[in-house]
T-cell receptor, first 112, second 110 residues
Framework: DAGVTQSPTHLIKTRGQQVTLRCSPK?????VSWYQQALGQGPQFIFQ???????QRGNFPDRFSGHQFPNYSSELNVNALLLGDSALYLC???????????FGEGSWLTVV | GIQVEQSPPDLILQEGANSTLRCNFS?????LQWFHQNPWGQLINLFY???GTKQNGRLSATTVATERYSLLYISSSQTTDSGVYFC????????????FGKGTKLSVKP
């Protein structure tokens, strides 16, 4: 049983570019959340997707957008990258009504 | 405000020692969970513990919801226990927005 998988593992982008990160949830999970973790900080909630719609959103600008596909996988898109967007981006999945959250290994984004 | 506070921020132990990590959380945060983040960045769910006590091997956790705190106990620590321990809770009763503390960085020396 595969857990939460994310790609790519590491990437480097230039300021102003756009990036897409991908996530496949754990088998049987239908809800995907994305978190941003800056160095030395705890993860911060970006948004959550359920039934292909954004259900909740944290305090992040519109440059951060997402999508969920019919197979429950998800993408996180960030436009007009800033140096401050450099962080570990974590995808988490859960089952509706469940309380246990499973995280992927994350995507390390460096903006130069 | 919405807060999850962890202490201590850093902890250095000799292998075999015991430790207690603390998490205080505000009224708007519920359904406490404890995570371990390994050096490669992956967060592993240790406990879902909204109240009461749970044990898993050398780890145990206790949450006293009425007093808004949770404790994570690590006994007979091993070098593989090193990493950052986070507590987190759902904001406002929802199951989406996990609010994390800043973590406790644990280093276990051989």
């Amino acid at each position: 049983d595969a857990g939460v998988t994310q790609s790519p593992t590491h990437l480097i982008k230039t300021r102003g570019q756009q990036v897409t990160l991908r996530c496949s949830p754990k088998s049987g999970h239908d809800t995907v959340s994305w978190y941003q973790q800056a160095l030395g900080q705890g993860p911060q909630f970006i948004f959550q997707y359920y039934e292909e719609e954004e259900r909740q959103r944290g305090n992040f600008p519109d440059r951060f957008s997402g999508h969920q596909f019919p197979n429950y996988s998800s993408e996180l898109n960030v436009n007009a990258l800033l140096l401050g967007d450099s962080a570990l981006y974590l995808c988490a999945s859960s089952r509706t009504g469940g309380n246990t959250i499973y995280f992927g290994e994350g995507s390390w984004l460096t903006v130069v | 405000g919405i807060q999850v506070e962890q202490s201590p921020p850093d902890l250095i132990l000799q292998e075999g020692a015991n430790s207690t990590l603390r998490c205080n959380f505000s009224d708007s945060v519920n359904n406490l969970q404890w995570f371990h983040q390994n050096p490669w960045g992956q967060l592993i769910n240790l406990f879902y513990i909204p109240s009461g006590t749970k044990q898993n091997g050398r780890l145990s956790a206790t949450t006293v919801a009425t007093e808004r705190y949770s404790l994570l106990y690590i006994s007979s620590s091993q070098t593989t226990d090193s990493g950052v321990y986070f507590c987190a809770g759902f904001y406002g009763g929802s199951q989406g927005n996990l609010i994390f503390g800043k973590g406790t960085k644990l280093s276990v020396k051989p």
